[in-house]
């Protein structure tokens, strides 16, 4: 599938681009937006020549949260046989890195997508939060957990239980963002960031992302016998052997994937 209506996708050099294209409801994440991100998600995971992904929106929204006209009148029998939204495990299942790149509001579901990518760069405009409640519901795609796990259980509780949105700086100062960027060079930083991880050795990347994964899902002895098998596993690569003997010949890497 690449004739998408709901977002748009471009390949910028070793990069893909996705961009949330439903202005008119300020990016609201409905069944299609799920079907055709998982689509490009996959393509990009099976395409050779791209290693890293950016995830965005509009200026005003990366994304107003799950779509409320769409769930307005789903019973439960609708929203448990249907799996409702279950289908996120599958962009959260992408192998390689991908950034959300976070401008104006990410609400609920915006947020809870933002927080499924490797990180988060936010314009100094972003506003996160997760209002679900003053809707008599709650955080449905990872966001009571996810937010939690970033930024505490006070911050997180208070803001599940009050609606209250996150600016960019305190986002930045609880660890839900990697970095906040001026409004004004939001996408080109954006971008050369997520150059450098594509520039990067693409076997590397992935474990590297696999282990710090890892940290989230299993207890510690684990993990770090987990990283050390991974690291281990490396030195079976052309890229290890590339990567090392390019430093001690004080040369750039030519990177194989394998
Ligand atoms: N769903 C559907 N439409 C939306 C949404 C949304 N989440 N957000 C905005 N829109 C639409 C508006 O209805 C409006 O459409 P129209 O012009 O046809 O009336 C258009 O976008 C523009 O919105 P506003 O006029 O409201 O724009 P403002 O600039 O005045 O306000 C806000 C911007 C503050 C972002 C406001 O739009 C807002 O509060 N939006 C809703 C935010 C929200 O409550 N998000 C949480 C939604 S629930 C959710 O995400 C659950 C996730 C878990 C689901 C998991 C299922 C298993």
Redesign the pocket.
């Known amino acids: 599938m690449t004739d998408y209506s709901t977002i748009l996708v471009e390949k910028r050099g070793a990069v893909t681009l996705v961009t949330l294209n439903r202005p008119?409801?300020?990016n609201?994440?409905?069944s299609e937006v799920l079907r055709e991100l998982i689509d490009a998600f996959a393509a990009y995971d099976a395409d050779d020549s791209q290693h890293c992904l950016v995830l965005t929106g509009s200026e005003?929204?990366f994304?107003?949260?799950?779509?409320?006209?769409?769930?307005q009148g789903q019973g439960f029998a609708d929203?448990y046989s249907a799996n409702?939204?279950?289908g996120w495990e599958q962009v959260t299942s992408t192998r390689k890195p991908w950034i959300a790149a976070v401008s104006g509001?990410a609400?609920?579901?915006?947020?809870?997508v933002a927080m499924m990518a490797d990180f988060i760069i936010a314009s100094e405009t972003a506003k996160f939060?997760?209002?679900?409640i003053?809707?008599g519901?709650?955080?449905?795609?990872g966001?009571s957990q996810r937010l939690t796990w970033a930024v505490g259980k006070a911050k997180a509780m208070e803001m599940c239980l009050t609606?209250r949105m996150m600016d960019a700086a305190e986002a930045e100062r609880s660890g839900l963002v990697a970095r906040v960027v001026p409004a004004g060079e939001f996408m080109a930083e954006v971008m050369k960031t997520a150059e450098t991880i594509a520039a990067m050795p693409p076997l590397a990347a992935i474990a590297n992302k696999e282990m710090v994964n890892a940290a989230f899902e299993i207890p510690l002895n684990q993990g770090i016998r987990f990283e050390r098998r991974l690291f281990h596993g490396l030195f079976g690569t052309e890229d290890q052997k590339e990567g090392m003997n390019a430093f001690v010949e004080k040369r750039p890497g030519n990177w194989k994937g394998r």
């Open positions: 008119q409801a300020l609201a994440l409905n005003k929204a994304a107003a949260g799950a779509d409320i006209k769409e769930m929203m409702f939204f279950g509001y609400l609920g579901g915006g947020c809870e939060g997760q209002p679900e003053k809707l519901v709650s955080p449905g795609m966001g609606g």
